[in-house]
Nanobody
Framework: QVQLVESGGGLVQAGGSLRLSCAAS????????MGWYRQSPGKQRDLVAV???????NYADSVKGRFTISSDTAKNTVYLQMNSLKPEDTAVYYC????????????????WGQGTQVTVSS
């Protein structure tokens, strides 16, 4: 099995920065994709940014130019640097990992972390 553990959330004023981290643990050979989604109360969970094993990235339009996703494949860790934060960025941020190849040669899909709260005050 795979566990995803997020850290780095918190309370910040508008215009500030936060850095989220997510470490995947388990008997992992490789991960095809890691990323971040977010969910506000009463809203659906939306993609924020993802990074593929080859290094390509995708961002939601609302965060382009402000957020940067990166990864350390040796550590099975993904990061999200969030700058110029806005109150509308307030949400629970969830780490996501897909196509996780584990030692039993099984490939696991749709793995989620427990979420970390990000609150941006105006």
């Amino acid at each position: 099995q795979v566990q995803l553990v997020e850290s780095g959330g918190g309370l910040v004023q508008a215009g500030g920065s936060l850095r989220l981290s997510c470490a995947a643990s388990g008997s992992i050979f490789s991960i095809d994709l890691m990323g971040w989604y977010r969910q506000s109360p009463g809203k659906q969970r939306d993609l924020v940014a993802v990074i593929h094993s080859g290094g390509s990235t995708n961002y939601a339009d609302s965060v382009k130019g402000r957020f940067t996703i990166s990864s350390d494949t040796a550590k099975n860790t993904v990061y999200l640097q969030m700058n110029s934060l806005k109150p509308e960025d307030t949400a629970v941020y969830y780490c996501y990992a897909d196509g996780v190849l584990i030692t039993s040669r099984a490939r696991l899909y749709g793995n989620w972390g427990q979420g970390t709260q990000v609150t941006v005050s105006s």
